[in-house]
């Protein structure tokens, strides 16, 4: 069997498919062991099959020891028989059919054991935190309630094991009626149609247990679902209070409208691109070669659509994503200006623009495209305009940087001079 990683589909199906075993088993073995039905049943076969194959299947996956992987069969087999080994395989044995014979109708008891398999629960719950790619709020509702569903399970069927209800009525219609008398008194909303027998003592202190637990529980389960909803959508959340103070801060420096207009337009492009994450705050935190290897995976689209990058071997082009700085314009902005002196050349993702000299548009110029560059290899003024048309998320690359990889890439060096080179011979040609 091949070794299997942690984050791989087939783990993480197997993971679930493990879980949704736990569940059923964690309703079923008590509901027959408080009505009487046999538990040997289909249900019991296939999920002692499932939790033996689950012993076979940890000892061929990654294990994560801390913050190490291993992958060594031999330490894998060590760290997983001193930590999960004994509750996966203890769990998974066939108990009722191994001591019937003994134990005669008390063996049904030992179905209990099953339920050690739930101490497991929280660790598969973690790995799908960690690997699935689900919103954190989705899955806390998901662990709230398979622990709600379990614990009110379990204290209807107590309700129905101490005399509590109808006891002349079937006993799927019992466990209804206690399942809906232990909701609301965790609720705390009981109606007072189904009580306890006053005369029972263990019913009336199984009553206070239920509600002093359901009290604890009703407020946490209150408490993170309130969260949830308030974090569910943090990043919009954010977003709009930070588009608040900007709309404050436009109107006590009585900024024009239609300025106004333009930064409001300018945020909620960056939200609808990027859901309110900079490529600066992403970056910040990580390493340089980290840093390098995701500049080079977003920008690999752009530089590949670059006539001047296409040729070029991934040392230069780390070079270059290292380089760039993300800049983003609006419709109508002038991203440069005929006769002022620049710095910099620009690399167009998306959008288009129009260059104009002397108010004249002579090329449209769409992703892929790039301009600027003259300026940095003459050191002269800019010698037309470019506008955005549209929205237009560019990448800016400095003069400094610019010098630095002309001078260690001469292949570089001649093609962007050769560019330059025909690119001024048609400006002139318009002029």
Not at 220 to 228: D, E, F, P, Q, S
Not at 381 to 396: H, M, N, P
């Amino acid at each position: 069997m091949p070794l299997l990683s942690l984050g791989s589909r087939w783990k993480i199906s197997w993971d679930v498919l493990i879980i949704i075993a736990i569940f059923a088993s964690s309703l079923v073995i008590p509901y027959r062991l408080v009505s009487g039905e046999k538990q040997a049943g289909l249900l019991y076969w296939l999920v002692t099959f499932l939790f033996i194959v689950d012993v076979a299947v940890n000892f061929h996956t990654e294990v994560k020891d801390g913050l190490v992987i291993l992958t060594d069969r031999r330490e894998i087999a060590r760290y997983y028989l001193s930590s999960w080994f004994w509750v996966d395989l203890i769990s998974a044995l066939p108990l009722i059919p191994l001591f019937g014979w003994v134990w005669g109708p008390q063996v049904s008891v030992l179905a209990l054991v099953r339920l050690l398999k739930l101490v497991k629960v929280p660790k598969l719950f973690r790995a799908l935190r960690e690997f699935v790619e689900l919103p954190p709020a989705l899955l806390r509702l998901f662990v709230l309630f398979f622990w709600f569903s379990l614990i009110a399970h379990v204290m209807s069927l107590g309700w129905i094991a101490i005399g509590g209800g109808e006891i002349d009525r079937p006993f799927f219609d019992r466990y209804i009626r206690a399942l809906y008398w232990c909701i609301t008194t965790i609720a705390t909303i009981g109606y007072g149609d189904y009580t306890p027998n006053h005369d029972s003592n263990l019913q009336v202190i199984y009553t206070i247990a239920v509600q002093v637990i359901g009290v604890g529980m009703f407020g946490y389960i209150v408490g993170n679902v309130a969260t949830l909803v308030v974090n569910i959508d943090a990043a919009r959340a954010s977003f709009y209070t930070r588009m608040e103070e900007i709309r404050n801060y436009m109107r006590v420096k009585r900024i024009p409208i239609s300025l106004q207009n333009r930064i409001k337009n300018y945020y909620h492009y960056l939200w609808e691109t990027r859901q309110g994450i900079t490529d600066v705050d992403f970056f910040s935190t990580l390493p340089h070669p980290l840093r390098t290897e995701i500049a080079l995976f977003l920008n690999k689209a752009i530089l590949e659509k670059v006539p001047l990058f296409k040729t070029a071997d991934e040392i230069f082009l780390r070079e270059v994503v290292e380089e760039l700085e993300p800049v983003v314009f609006l419709p109508g902005d002038f991203i440069i200006r005929q006769g002022q002196y620049g710095d910099c050349m620009y690399f167009l993702n998306t959008g288009q623009v129009e260059v104009l000299v002397n108010g004249k548009r002579v090329a449209i110029l769409s992703e892929g495209s790039f301009f600027g560059e003259m300026v940095l290899i003459k050191s002269e003024k800019r010698s037309a305009s470019v506008r955005a048309l549209s929205y237009c998320d560019t990448y800016k690359l400095s003069r400094h940087s610019f010098e630095r990889l002309r001078q260690k890439y001469p292949e570089f060096d001649r093609q962007i001079s050769e560019i330059s080179r025909e690119r001024e011979k048609s400006l002139e040609g318009e002029e």
